[in-house]
């Protein structure tokens, strides 16, 4: 037997990078798809045939049959939203068991209060940043920042095996409520304070449906390793979101660089042999911060309509612009990234020029290629361009990396040099079959 292979799968830039589609292509060769941060925020689009599906809680191995999908201890759990998706998974076809879906015990739990709490902070925050410095990240409002804050405060926080049981939800909502209806009713918000019989029973409930899949997934997670199952790690959100490493405070409120792997599962490090940086062929954000290489104007437009840059989560447009290698390079670094997955090329076609940036001048004149995770020195940071020839004809139908026109391969040729890494994947459209496999290097 040959010693199995692990891959992780992480966003260089800032989201939407489409992990949801080299997951799914991954899947084929690997038995064990895990999610090890985030939660509801992350949408994972993928398209088989006429179908599209966009899941933001479940790994999208689910789609396909035989494999073990794990959430792990480092993943937000909103059981509702996870539930309404299990459903709508089953309603075309996909059999859900407690075989191809195991949620970790540990895992936190997304109450209606924490969606509460986002959406009024941000409230809070933007009315107060009027004609000053916005102070909003922007969030999802999933619920996603004050889950991990209750987490790392431990008192008040909920973990799914916790609705297993509901008398001992019950007494535990009933304190965590008292305070958590105080706290909302500061933020502004004006509603019948939280209600804990009524949230015990329907957590409870939710806990009921889900029961059969909730399990020490540490535990199960090195066996499957140990029997030589080989793993993929499908990370949510993006390497330049990340608490530690991102645009902090403009970031999300877990790990999702690798870096993330080992504390959300459970498994020493190093977790994967290969890991897989998925950028897009030019940026995007979405919510608030720095964004060196955004572009406010037509060729940011054009991006966006072509590129259908909306979000799978929220529906809001996103802010596009020109490749940021100075950040990709900053991400692949801190994930350790072994080959790069190229997204989105055929949204490059008609134009004729594309920018890369593979520096930044700063305010004192100096000239850097390290990439500045402090969101306020970023602000400062001006990208120093590096024009290259557009490509006119569209690339959609392209069916091998040598078929590119000269300026694609070009283009493609001078990622790879500056980042040092190989492309092994060039993505030409949303489809399985829009897929240009094998590297160059
Ligand atoms: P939160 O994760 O909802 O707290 O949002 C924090 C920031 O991360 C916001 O700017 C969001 O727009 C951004 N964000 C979170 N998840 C994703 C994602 O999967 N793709 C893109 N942006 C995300």
Request: glycine share 10%; net charge negative; charged share 25%.
């Amino acid at each position: 037997m040959s010693t199995p292979r692990h891959t992780a799968v992480v966003g260089l830039q800032w989201g939407d990078e489409g992990k949801g589609k080299v997951v799914d292509l991954l899947t084929a060769k690997h038995d064990v798809i895990v999610r090890y941060n985030g939660g509801a925020n992350a949408g994972h689009t993928v398209v088989i045939g006429d179908e599209k599906y966009a899941l933001h809680l479940l790994p999208s191995g689910i789609l396909s049959g035989g494999r073990t999908c794990v959430i792990g201890n480092g993943v937000v759990v909103d059981p509702e939203k996870l539930l309404q998706e299990i459903e709508g998974i089953r309603e075309r076809g996909i059999a859900i068991t407690p075989d191809n879906l195991l949620i970790s015990d540990r895992a936190h739990v997304v109450m209606p209060y924490h969606k509460e709490h986002d959406a009024a902070l941000e409230r809070v925050l933007s009315s107060a940043a009027e004609g000053g410095p916005g102070l909003s990240i922007g969030t999802t409002k999933r619920g996603i920042g004050p889950t991990y804050a209750d987490k790392i405060h431990r008192s008040l926080a909920i973990r799914m095996g916790e609705l297993r049981d509901e008398d001992h939800l019950l007494e535990r909502l009933k304190v965590i409520c008292a305070i958590r209806s105080r706290e909302l009713t500061a933020l502004g918000v004006d509603a019948p304070p939280l209600d804990p019989h009524e949230l015990a029973g329907r957590f409870a409930a939710y806990g009921q449906q889900l029961r059969e899949h909730i399990t020490d997934t540490v535990y199960a997670l090195h066996d499957l390793r140990n029997e030589g199952r080989s793993l993929l790690f499908e990370g949510a959100n993006a390497c330049l979101l990340d608490i530690d490493h991102g645009t902090f405070p403009y970031v999300t409120s877990s790990n999702c660089s690798t870096l993330g792997i080992p504390a959300g599962t459970g498994l020493s490090a190093p977790c994967a042999d290969d890991v897989v940086g998925i950028m897009k062929a030019y940026t995007t954000r979405v919510g608030a911060g720095p964004f060196p290489t955004e572009d406010n104007g037509a060729d940011g437009e054009r991006i966006r309509e072509r590129g259908n840059e909306y979000g799978t989560t929220t529906g809001r447009p996103r802010r596009c612009g020109w490749l940021d290698l100075v950040a990709v390079r900053y991400s692949a670094m801190i994930c350790g990234a072994t080959s790069i997955a190229c997204m989105l090329l055929d949204v490059l076609s008609g134009f004729d020029e594309l920018k890369i940036c593979s520096s930044y001048r700063l305010p004192d004149g100096s000239i850097t290629d390290r990439f500045i995770p402090d969101a306020r020195r970023l602000l400062d940071a001006e990208p120093i361009w590096e024009t290259l020839p557009g490509w006119a004809d569209e690339i959609d139908a392209i069916e091998d990396r040598a078929d590119l026109p000269p300026e694609a391969i070009r283009y493609l040729d001078r990622i790879e040099e500056i980042l040092g890494i190989p492309i092994h994947l060039v993505s030409v459209g949303p489809e399985r079959t829009q897929t240009l496999e094998g590297t160059r290097c």
